[in-house]
């Protein structure tokens, strides 16, 4: 079954200029790069896009501004789900169904806030999908902030079931429960996208549908690589699947900051400006930028072994 929302798809950054607000100018660029490096579709307004610190009129302003510029080239899909009451909630979402997104991502942890359970959540996600617009596919992200709240089976299939859900981001970060709900949405329009490096190459056998973790924003092309050869067993493969694993534990070194000081060497962001850090992140994260040297010098080494694998 094709599915709407699969391959690589970058949980996107968002730059801001110097005085903090959206730069716009290094969005397009930032864009650009995604689509250079085989993104298939695009994340927007997620928690790497520090939607938890935009306003509601940001947070609509950048999804605007994504699909804009990506047009039919590939899906956009959108959250900015981050609001406690069920009708700020529905506020919010409304309004992002109406930027051009092609599937509005529905945050888990906001269906049932204070972790009371499936009826909570059931009853929530229910009165959610009653009042948003009914022609928007939708799609489910168990976002770490302000806390993971996983989905049990039957939460699964309750999603899968109202026949609107086409991607669930899945942060369970376990290859068993990856493998399994795999199994719950087989031959439903549902795919699930793991996004933890540590499981990917596993998972994209068993059945995820592609690739959306953090490292995205440094070398998506390399996942796409192994999505595409995922099946093959070469020294090169294996290789890069360790790689892409142990280079991946660097997120705790300051992300999202340590993504934009690299996109900033490249010359895509003019600032590394985050709303998420405060405080000057080299001075809590010993060595950064040498860390990212080491990530962009791996990266290239790896881009080179593909490029002379596939010219073979």
């Known amino acids: 079954m094709a599915h709407l929302v699969s391959g690589i798809v970058p949980v996107m950054l968002t730059p801001f200029t110097q005085s903090g607000k959206i730069d716009f100018a290094a969005l397009e660029r930032l864009i650009d790069w995604y689509v250079r490096h085989d993104a298939d579709a695009l994340f927007a307004v997620c928690q790497s896009s520090e939607m938890q610190f935009l306003t509601l009129e940001e947070r609509c302003a950048l999804s605007r501004a994504v699909c804009a510029q990506i047009g039919a080239r590939m899906p956009v899909i959108a959250s900015g789900h981050i609001s406690e009451t069920i ?6 979402l409304s309004l992002m169904a109406n930027t051009g997104a092609d599937a509005l991502v529905l945050v888990s942890n906001r269906l049932d806030p204070n972790n009371a359970g499936t009826e909570s959540f059931r009853h929530a996600l229910a009165e959610i999908l009653r009042r948003i617009p009914s022609d928007i596919p939708l799609g489910m ?13 039957d939460e699964l299939k309750i999603c899968r079931d109202t026949g609107r859900f086409v991607v669930l981001k899945d942060v ?3 290859f068993e429960t990856v493998k399994r709900r795999v199994k719950l949405v087989a031959d439903s329009p549902l795919a699930i996208v793991n996004a933890n490096a540590a499981i990917a190459h596993a998972a994209m056998k068993v059945g995820s549908k592609g690739f959306s973790g953090v490292f995205t924003n440094f070398h998506p092309d390399l996942y796409a690589w192994m999505y595409d050869h995922r099946h093959d067993d070469t020294p090169l493969l294996r290789e890069l699947v360790t790689f892409l694993a142990l280079v991946a534990n660097a997120e ?14 490249l010359g895509v962001f003019s600032t ?3 709303r998420v850090h405060d405080f000057d992140v080299r001075e809590k994260f010993w060595a950064m930028d040498d860390i990212i040297a080491h990530i962009k010098n791996g990266t290239e080494f790896y881009r080179e072994k593909v490029a002379a694998h596939d010219a073979s």
């Open 272 to 274: 590394e400006v985050s």
């Open 172 to 174: 369970s970060c376990d």
């Open 141 to 153: 992200y168990e976002c770490p902030a302000p806390y993971r709240r996983l989905l049990s089976d």
């Open 87 to 92: 009708d700020d909630q529905v506020e919010e």
């Open 252 to 265: 705790p070194m300051g992300y999202p900051t340590l993504a934009k000081v690299y996109h900033k060497n």
